[in-house]
């Protein structure tokens, strides 16, 4: 059998911290570097297709 992996809320939380981050920037500084390694659409269709 295989083993289960359990991150509980931990990923969601994660994106909510990016989402801060991004938006602190925007206001502040005016620049969104805090998105520069989203991953693109191509990639992301791709990992959720399977």
């Given at each position: 059998m295989g083993e289960r992996v359990s991150v509980g809320s931990g990923i969601?939380?994660?994106a909510h911290a990016v989402v801060r981050r991004a938006a602190?920037?925007?206001l502040?500084?005016?620049t969104y570097d805090a998105?520069?390694?989203?991953l693109g659409y191509?990639?992301?269709n791709t990992l959720l297709g399977r």
């Open positions: 969601a939380q994660a602190r920037e925007l502040g500084a005016g998105l520069a390694d989203g191509g990639e992301l």
